[in-house]
């Protein structure tokens, strides 16, 4: 099975600052259609995950410039370019590429200074 | 616009069974995926498995294998998640999710004697 890991496990970020969280695969995520399968989300306190980026770096419906994702093979990236106040929760990276009850992972807190 | 409604909270003592709905309405039940993901609580997501409305076929994750079941209902437009032989573990926020971008608001399963 893809095992996924994030770092930082929390992030505690002033406002107006950067943020950035890592996200690894144990395989690739490149999928033989040329795709790579890995979306961030963002789970904010008793809400379910919205889905923030999907396909490494494209910007879902409605979601501030402000995000941004990038990598490749392995190894994924999230910016928040300036972190605002309403940006405070829990960043998931998932991969679809061999979908099981890990694919998603731990988990980034994100708070604010 | 997209929407998915979850039914409600459910109590059940160990070894019984839940099955919780998903009601999808704004776009055509039978062309999207319909993913189911759980939450315990302070714990990461968990993919558990899909649905294709539009043919009924089902994917799973290895560890729900033989004991969750997706099922849909064409004409109510609702997806259907059922865990059987219930165990505490399985106390858990349980979530639809279409195309793992749109997500249902959740369904706290408690599983208690």
């Known amino acids: 099975d893809i095992v996924m890991t994030q770092t930082p496990l929390s992030l505690s970020v002033t406002p107006g600052q950067p943020a950035s969280i890592s996200c690894k695969s144990s395989?690739?995520?490149?999928?033989?259609?040329?795709?790579?399968?890995l979306f961030w989300y963002l789970q904010k306190s008793g809400q379910p995950p919205q889905l923030l980026i999907y396909?490494?770096?494209n910007r879902f419906s409605g979601v501030p410039e402000r995000f941004s994702g990038s990598g490749s093979g392995t190894d994924f990236t999230l910016k928040i370019s300036r972190v605002e106040a309403e940006d405070v929760g829990v960043y998931y990276c998932m991969q679809s590429i061999q979908l099981t009850s890990g694919a998603f992972g731990p988990g980034t807190k994100v708070d604010i200074k | 616009q997209v929407q998915l409604v979850q039914s409600g909270a459910e109590v059940k003592e160990p070894g019984a069974s839940v099955k919780v709905s998903c009601k999808a309405s704004g776009y055509t039940f039978t062309s999207n995926i319909m993913h189911w993901v759980r939450q315990a609580t302070g714990q990461r997501l968990e993919w558990m498995g899909w649905i294709h409305p539009g043919n009924g076929n089902t994917v799973y994750s290895q560890k729900f294998q033989g004991r969750v079941t997706i099922t849909r209902d064409t004409s109510a437009s609702t997806a259907y998640m059922e865990v059987n032989s219930l165990r505490s573990e399985d106390t858990a926020v349980y979530y639809c999710a279409r195309d793992m971008a749109v997500w249902g608001k959740g369904t706290t399963v408690t599983v208690s004697s």
């Open positions: 395989q690739s995520l490149l999928h033989s259609d040329g795709k790579t399968n």
């Open positions: 396909e490494v770096s």
